[in-house]
């Protein structure tokens, strides 16, 4: 079994910052990709930025030079630093963690952080 939970959302003023947190536990050999998604209510759920074993990042373009993703491989953990935030940035933040079950890699996810941001 895998649980994935996401963390540190929470209500900010438009230009503030939060740190979101997601821990991946459970049976766990490896993890390849973690990465953070959004879904703002009536949107489609959009990637905002992911993250390989060996730190390679990619952002989306809403996001470049604000959100910063990391991780720390020992705690299966992966982080979303936001900066400069925007009313536009207030969605649920869910992570996603490919993880090493059997012989393939799976992706798992959590229930997701609410973050809101005022203008």
């Known amino acids: 079994q895998v649980h994935v939970v996401e963390s540190g959302g929470g209500l900010v003023q438009a230009g503030g910052s939060l740190r979101l947190s997601c821990a991946a536990s459970?049976?766990?050999?490896?993890?390849?990709?973690m990465g953070w998604y959004r879904q703002a209510p009536g949107k489609q759920r959009e990637v905002v930025a992911t993250?390989?074993?060996?730190?390679?990042?990619v952002y989306a373009d809403s996001v470049k030079g604000r959100f910063t993703i990391s991780r720390d491989n020992g705690k299966n953990t992966v982080y979303l630093q936001m900066n400069s935030l925007k009313p536009e940035d207030t969605a649920v933040y869910y992570c996603n963690a490919e993880v090493w079950v059997g012989t393939m890699y799976r992706g798992y996810g959590g229930r997701g952080t609410q973050v809101t941001v005022s203008s």
């Open positions: 993250i390989t074993t060996g730190g390679s990042t």
């Open positions: 459970g049976t766990i050999s490896r993890i390849n990709n």
